[in-house]
């Protein structure tokens, strides 16, 4: 398994942890059970696990079998509302990772994935990318951060009042967008610069990359 964390464990060497627990809990709980049993399980066990990575690697095929595959929920600032419930996240999980990368805009992620182990990798636009202030000698001036307003389809009229706007305000904002029901709206959030921007449900997603490992 390696030098990994349990968060961090595939699928499959999650279940073999699992499985070792059991073995060791049942030698545990009952003193009638020869430990010679439990010993050769274990070591059974720690073979094939082994044999199964050692096959993985020599294997993409058997590879791509036992762990999941990268999953695109953000590309070019768009929502890949798709992608996201193929994985069974919720909109709110995606904008927490987000946050947790340090990442408060949507539109300035160029690529986002969930990886195999359930981890978020983000890549910004590059004229989002950081740099640094005082090699321009430029005053700092805060950063930007999203209020998510309407959560799949759902107004969130407590953050909308806290925001002093009112619902006809919201309601002018998407459908300037185009958009013709709240319902049809994945996310939609204010920025603090006070511009509105908003995901559409059932959107297709064109040109994602092929990240297959």
Known sequence: MGKRSIGELPVFDF??????????????ADPNINHIHTVVAMIAIALLQKFIVWSKLRNR??????????????????IVEKNIKSINYSIDNIIQMLREKDVYHINDVELALIEANGSMSVKLKSEKE?????????????????????????LQKDILNHLGKNEEWLENQWRACGITSIENIFYGAITSQGEFHCSVKGKKVLNLPPIKN
């Open 130 to 154: 950081n740099i640094t202030r005082e090699d321009f000698h430029l005053p700092y001036r805060g950063g930007g951060y999203d209020v998510p307003l309407i959560l799949d389809g759902k």
């Open 15 to 28: 279940l073999v942890v699992l499985v070792l627990g059991s073995v060791v809990g049942a030698d545990i």
């Open 61 to 78: 095929k058997l590879g791509k079998l036992l762990t999941f595959e990268p999953t695109v929920v953000v590309f070019n600032g768009e």
